[in-house]
Each structure stands twice: as structure tokens, then as C-alpha cells.
């Protein structure tokens, strides 16, 4: 195998944990009606919690598809920690190996949220893939983000994959990946191949833009 391209889904972990991680949740200073002031800390609250599946500190990592244009295997494991161990360590040896590496967005939410969470399970992270340069966070020369290449420095917003497929004429996203914590504990059928279709036009976004 020459390249990797892969795409992480998360899930918010239980609701218990996520209070007991939470922030204070205060209401604008400028707010007098206490009902008002409820309603702001609800807010906060509630948004606290839509964004759980996405904030390291408050995300699971479940289920992540890898391949290239010759198959594509998806990898959950008993435990977060046995999961993201394992595909660091694959990554890792890949990278070592000259595999590139990559996908869309994953420089800014895949990696960062598989490295953060390695180090709440106080894994080791594959020398590989990551080192610091003049105390900056380093990938590997081999890692390639299509979201990074496509914007070329420039905002990111809109460039999305389903906003690429649809330019490209691929295949769409098979849902929305806020309803995919659902989908998870819902249809696990479903979220395999939510993922999977993810993984699909991924493959097809870095071919286009030269990557493999």
C-alpha cells in the first residue's frame, strides 16, 4: 500500500462524565431577569453538549475507516484507548514505511483529536507521525490534508466534503455527521457505512487534487 486515507468518527462521552467536565456555565453580565439568566446558562449548557463529539476533551473516539481505491477496513475495538492506540501505531509504521498518509480535514480535527486522545489514555505517540519543531507541533512530511490543499491558506468554510464532492460530482455523504452519535448506538450497520462512503470520496478527493 503506497497511501492511507482514513476519517475518525467521535461520539460525546456519557452524560454523567460531561457534567462533571463542564465548565461553570454563567450567563452575559448585562442580564438582570433571573429567568433570562436560566435561559442563557441553559443555552451555554445545551450547546456544551451538542459540541461534546467534536472537543477532545469531551469526544470518544468509536470507529475509524482506512484504505485506498483497493479496499477500505473499517477498525473499532473494545476500548477508546485499544482503538486509538492501534491506528497511531499503524500510522506510525506506515509513515516509517513511506506510505503517505492523510485525508480531509485531518490535520485540523482527525489527527489533533487521535493524539489528544491518546494522551488522556496516556498512550505514546508514534515519532513518525508527530515531533516538535521550535516548540510547534510537527506532522510528518508524508501527511497530506486535501481540506489544506483545496483552501490554500484561505478560509476553510465551504469547503466541506460533502461541499467538494458535490463540486467534483462524487457521491454524497450518507447523512449528516451530527446525527452519527445516534446512528452509533441506533444502527451500527448504518454508521459503518456512513463512515465508510466518508472514506470513499475522501479516496476520490486526494486523487483528484494529486495526492495519491
Known amino acids: 500500500m503506497k497511501h492511507i486515507v482514513f476519517d ?13 467536565l ?5 450567563a452575559p453580565a448585562n442580564l438582570k431577569d433571573p429567568a433570562k439568566i436560566e435561559a442563557a446558562k441553559e443555552r451555554r449548557k445545551a450547546d456544551y453538549m451538542a459540541d461534546a463529539a467534536l472537543n ?4 470518544e ?16 475495538a473494545g476500548t477508546e484507548k485499544e482503538l486509538v492506540g492501534n491506528f497511531l501505531t499503524l500510522l506510525g ?34 515519532m513518525s507521525l508527530l515531533w516538535f519543531w521550535k516548540g510547534r507541533p510537527t506532522w510528518h512530511e508524508s501527511v497530506f490534508d486535501t481540506l489544506e490543499l483545496l483552501s490554500f491558506g484561505r478560509s476553510f468554510e465551504g469547503n466541506g466534503v ?21 446512528m452509533w448506538r441506533a444502527d ?20 483528484i487534487c494529486g495526492c495519491i
Open 8 to 20: 475518525i468518527e467521535t461520539i460525546p462521552q456519557d452524560e454523567a462524565k460531561l457534567l462533571a
Open 22 to 26: 463542564a465548565p461553570e456555565f454563567t
Open 56 to 59: 477532545w476533551k469531551t469526544a
Open 61 to 76: 473516539a468509536v470507529l475509524i475507516g482506512a484504505g485506498d481505491e483497493t479496499g477500505i477496513q473499517s477498525f473499532t
Open 93 to 126: 509504521d506506515a509513515l516509517a514505511d513511506g506510505v503517505a498518509v492523510g485525508g480531509h480535514n485531518v490535520k485540523g480535527f482527525d489527527l489533533p483529536m487521535l493524539v489528544n486522545r491518546a494522551r488522556v489514555h496516556g498512550l505514546k505517540i508514534p
Open 162 to 182: 460533502d461541499d467538494v464532492a458535490r463540486v467534483f460530482g462524487l457521491p454524497p455523504k450518507l447523512g449528516n455527521g451530527r446525527d452519527f452519535p445516534l
Open 188 to 207: 451500527r450497520e448504518g454508521a459503518l457505512a456512513y463512515n465508510r462512503r466518508d472514506v470513499e470520496i475522501e479516496i476520490e478527493i486526494a486523487r
